[in-house]
Each structure stands twice: as C-alpha cells, then as structure tokens.
C-alpha cells in the first residue's frame, strides 16, 4: 500500500426485514370490484366519517379481488402528501396485480 493512500474504515451494513403487518380485516359482500361503486363502498366503509383528509390504497388480485386496504396517508384538515413509494409498499409486498387509490374530502358540517 502506498503510503500517500488512507485506510478508508469499513461502512456497517444494516440487515432488515420489511414485512406486511394485518391490522385486522373487513368484510366485502361481492367477490370482486365490478365497477367503480364497489370500490367507493369499499373504502367508504373504511374510511368511515373521517374529520380530515385520508389517502388510502386498495390492492386487487388478478381477478380484481380486493387483498388489502391501507391509509397510505392521514392529512391536516384540507390536505395529504403522499410519496409514490409508500403507495407502492404494501402493494408489492402483498403480490398485488393492480390498485384502486382514493381520498376523502372531510364532510364540513354547519
């Protein structure tokens, strides 16, 4: 080695594991999201009367089956920032085929 040349210290690797934790399930009354209605009923189930803005994304099968359903994002009461990854995340990790992703607008009340 020569002497002008510094040892550069070893860079520490972190080992991971990423995994899909249930929170729980729901039930659906149709085998497959048909049409965009059973998709709003859905995630309107899910969502419920929510007082601010939710970013939720429902992974389907190949044959359109829902396989899971995730807030990606809760907002402030008029907005949600959502990065594609997080989007993405659970999809993947679930073996999803295709999404549905949606938002709520916070009902205002007089």
Known sequence: MEENQ????AKRIQLVDVVLERKGSQLFE???????IDAANIIRDFIGDSDRERFVVLGLSTKNEPQVLQVVH???INSSIVHPRD???ALI???CASCIVAHNHR????
Do not use: D, H, I
């Open 30 to 36: 149709g085998r497959r999201v048909r049409s965009p």
């Open 107 to 110: 009902a205002t009340r007089s």
């Open 87 to 89: 989007v993405m995340k």
């Open 6 to 9: 510094k040892k550069v210290p």
């Open 74 to 76: 809760t907002g402030s």
């Open 93 to 95: 990790l679930a073996n």
